[in-house]
């Protein structure tokens, strides 16, 4: 009885990461595609908060009380994914903020996130999703994620500090509210290319506008995405995004 036990605890410790590690890592190469031309499905705002979650319409009225001005809601659905965002606009500070929730047969995860563009190309942008991004670090893309603020307030006041000290310099690009989400979808053509550039896709894009990974760009997504990668990738952004910050963090962020 304790050797079966033994055996059973081996596999779920070892044999389960060695698995999705390797032959994971082929599924993820042959079956997995990164979107490239996004076109977003706009619904009506009424019909859509119906049917979001508890936390999303909390986190909806947290940047209605923060004076964000809504710009539209919209999904996107894939064979693995269905995504739900809700787009929003602050004209005095010049900051995007969007709502989302990520649902798929393993999990449904909700959280913010707050991002301000720069006429020399660069975004900066704070979120508090759980789950680390899946994406290598890109140039143009200054990105932290702090999980452990849940209080829509407390972030923009963490973005607005890291303004301060890193993009100073910069000028602040407008956001287009007229055109709804094609500034969301030109950004995600913008990133497309950047994994392109990094051998993370491949070149050509299919009647879905996806592009399809190269087995480099399957083996970092693999990485970042399961365990035991994910937990290691999940505890440097966030240490990373800690460190940036300073002084100025707190896990509660009571101090905010």
Same mark, same amino acid.
């Given at each position: 009885?304790?050797?079966?036990?033994?055996?059973?605890?081996?596999?779920?410790?070892?044999?389960?990461?060695?698995?999705?590690?390797?032959?994971?890592?082929?599924?993820?190469?042959?079956?997995?595609?990164?979107?490239?031309?996004?076109?977003?499905?706009?619904?009506?705002?009424?019909?859509?908060?119906?049917?979001?979650?508890?936390?999303?319409?909390?986190?909806?009225?947290?940047?209605?009380?923060?004076?964000?001005?809504?710009?539209?809601?919209?999904?996107?659905?894939?064979?693995?994914?269905?995504?739900?965002?809700?787009?929003?606009?602050?004209?005095?500070?010049?900051?995007?903020?969007?709502?989302?929730?990520?649902?798929?047969?393993?999990?449904?995860?909700?959280?913010?996130?707050?991002?301000?563009?720069?006429? =020399?190309?660069? /975004?900066? +942008?704070?979120?508090?999703?759980?789950?680390?991004?899946?994406?290598? &670090?890109? *140039?143009?893309? $200054? #990105?932290?994620?702090?999980?452990?603020?849940?209080?829509?307030?407390?972030?923009?006041?963490?973005?607005?500090?890291?303004?301060?000290?890193?993009?100073?310099?910069?000028?602040?690009? =407008?956001?287009? /509210?007229? +055109?709804?989400?094609?500034?969301?979808?030109?950004?995600?053509?913008? &990133?497309? *290319?950047?994994? $392109? #550039?990094?051998?993370?896709?491949?070149?050509?894009?299919?009647?879905?506008?996806?592009?399809?990974?190269?087995?480099?760009?399957?083996?970092?997504?693999?990485?970042?995405?399961?365990?035991?990668?994910?937990?290691?990738?999940?505890?440097?952004?966030?240490?990373?995004?800690?460190?940036?910050?300073?002084?100025?963090?707190?896990?509660?962020?009571?101090?905010?």
């Amino acid at each position: 009885m304790l050797e079966t036990i033994l055996i059973i605890a081996f596999v779920v410790v070892f044999g389960i990461p060695v698995f999705t590690n390797t032959i994971g890592l082929f599924i993820v190469w042959k079956t997995q595609k990164l979107p490239a031309v996004v076109e977003f499905q706009t619904i009506d705002n009424e019909k859509f908060m119906l049917e979001r979650n508890a936390k999303f319409q909390e986190y909806d009225k947290s940047f209605e009380d923060l004076d964000f001005n809504r710009v539209g809601s919209s999904i996107l659905q894939d064979k693995h994914t269905d995504s739900h965002f809700r787009l929003y606009w602050r004209s005095d500070l010049k900051v995007a903020a969007m709502v989302a929730t990520m649902k798929s047969k393993a999990e449904e995860i909700t959280y913010i996130e707050i991002v301000q563009q720069y006429f =020399d190309g660069n /975004v900066l +942008g704070v979120s508090n999703s759980p789950n680390p991004e899946a994406y290598p &670090e890109l *140039d143009f893309k $200054l #990105s932290y994620r702090f999980p452990k603020i849940v209080d829509a307030r407390a972030l923009l006041h963490i973005h607005q500090k890291l303004k301060a000290a890193y993009k100073s310099q910069s000028v602040v690009k =407008d956001y287009d /509210v007229s +055109g709804g989400f094609a500034g969301v979808e030109e950004f995600l053509r913008k &990133e497309s *290319d950047a994994l $392109l #550039s990094k051998g993370i896709v491949n070149e050509a894009i299919d009647s879905e506008g996806k592009r399809s990974l190269t087995l480099f760009g399957a083996f970092c997504l693999t990485f970042r995405s399961v365990p035991p990668g994910k937990n290691i990738w999940a505890y440097i952004t966030e240490r990373r995004a800690r460190n940036a910050l300073g002084s100025l963090y707190q896990d509660n962020g009571s101090e905010f």
